[in-house]
């Protein structure tokens, strides 16, 4: 029997997410799914390497040991179903190991695992793959150390429609949790695309836990005590509307400002998200208040998926290591630098009399502190080198910490135990499989289910770029005078990483301020922004139903994740430096925006 109406939380966005989610919206009394999502491509290399060391782990860990020990006899009690990617490379650990947990509670709780993601016994089988974003090709076999394809959500549902009340899973995308609560629920079948992809948009919406409900939002202030911020939970028609909301008593906000910044976070060509069940259509998708913390949610379009998984694969790339000092007094980055590559120099000098090559790159970076009224500063700055072998990384740090009395003042650091250490890099190689080539297995208690993919329609041709809306008409201020503005008092924006690439969602506080804001961000404007860091071209997506735009910026990030020097290898804080960009506009357009952020 299918439903109306389901609820479906958000407990987890990431691998280290505060514990205390799952009790918070247990609290809510028509909850129906938990939903924990825990994997990012460096987790996915962190837990292979886990498992090289213990056959037995791989798995998020304190999922079972923290979570769901502390929460076990309640969920059995109320019901509620918990879907989690936790499993990492090793589900069926992760579920053996939970098997016990629900054994020592004394509860009866029916745990299915899902498997088929991991591809890495099949590393020769991709020699040829090509890199999808950068064409590079497949990194040596001797250096992988994970290799994952993103699965899709029916497994998941077929595991619900089975009986099990705890689904396990190793990669799959973030979003295919929720969708396969909906799939499960609804009776939604593999050509309602436009349905599917509600259904991803609201596992969008809760996959990173309460970055829809106040978390990481421009208008941060308007959540409140942060210490009680509320998760997120999606109520879920059969028809794909939505509203999104948060438990009662908790802090935090609900706003189409708050949760559309998190519908733009990460999601690159808004008008083709690709996703394994389904091509989503984002670009006329409307966000409405309809209640106090709720906003409701509709018009997400979908169209089939393209018959392909994106595969991520991780593999060593050399080492890394890096440090930070602080600076102070008048002149302070010209002290800073000097000191920094006073010891590059001195460590270049024992590589070049040893035989060993140069740092394949070197990072000096150095923040705050810039002068106003004086010439005296205060900054930070970060010395970072990368090398193949890590004596050479290890070099680098004897040297910079070695040069500390012949340095110019004004030197200072917090004492540590030791110096850092150099840490293996490791590096993302994205590539496409045919779906039909990665065999997925379900299996509930021990018992696999025989699970059969249902017949799913295929993209005819090429699907990216299809659906990008015209950009907003050049607006006309008929003669007024112009005045030049922030664009913080204009829009609200986040901003994350897609691999290389960093996103940034712009959402306007009102809707006639998006043209306004589309002809200062120009792709020259935002080049010149992001100059220091930017090595690609930069592409603008425009969303009408938002009043938002999408930018995504190529080679931004130094090789994304921990295989860059970078101080914000993921982007987080480029919203931030973007926000700060003038935009010349009519001033009774900043007027009437004056505190808008509904």
Known sequence: MTRETINIGGASGFWGEASHATGQLLTHPDLDFLIFDYLAEITMSIMARARMKDPARGYAVDFVSDVMTSNIAAIAERGVRVLSNAGGVNPQACADALRDVVEAAGVSLKIAVVTGDDLLARAGDFADAQEMFDGGAFPDAGKIASINAYLGAFPIAAALEAGADIVITGRCADSA??????????????????????????????ECGPQSTGGNFTDWREAGNIADIGYPIAEVSADGVMELTKPEGTSGTVTRASVGEQMLYEIGDPGAYVLPDVVCDFTGVRLEPSGESRVRISDAKGRPPTG??????????GFRAGNLFYFNGVGARNKARAFVEAGLERARRKLSQSGAPDYRETSIQTFGGRPGESDYEEITVKAA?????????????????????????GLHFFTAAGRPKPSPVVRLFSFLVASDKVPVAVALDGTDLGYVP?????????????????????????GEALVTCRLEDLAWARSGDKGDAANIGVIARRPELMA???????????????????????????????????????????????????????????????????VDVPERLVEASQGDAV
């Open 385 to 409: 080198v990368r090398h193949d072998d890590a004596r050479a990384v290890g070099l680098f740090l004897k040297e910079l910490i070695g040069g500390a009395l012949a340095t110019p003042p």
């Open 516 to 582: 306004w804001i589309w002809r200062a961000l120009d792709e020259k404007t935002l080049a010149a922004t992001f100059q220091p860091w930017l090595k690609g071209k930069v592409e603008r997506f425009y969303l009408p139903g938002t009043h938002a735009m999408n930018i995504l910026m190529h080679g931004a990030l130094g090789g994304g994740g921990i295989a860059s020097l970078l101080n914000d290898p993921q982007g987080k804080s480029y919203a931030q430096v973007l926000l700060s960009v003038p």
């Open 454 to 478: 249902p017949e799913i329609p295929v993209e005819d041709g090429e699907c990216y770029g299809a659906g990008v809306p015209d950009a907003p008409d050049a607006p006309d201020a008929d």
């Open 308 to 317: 392909f998984y994106k595969v991520s694969s991780t593999f060593m790339d």
């Open 177 to 206: 949790l929720a969708l396969a609560a909906c799939i499960h629920s609804f009776g939604w079948r593999a050509d309602d695309v436009d349905r599917l992809a509600a259904g991803s948009l609201a596992g969008h919406l809760l």
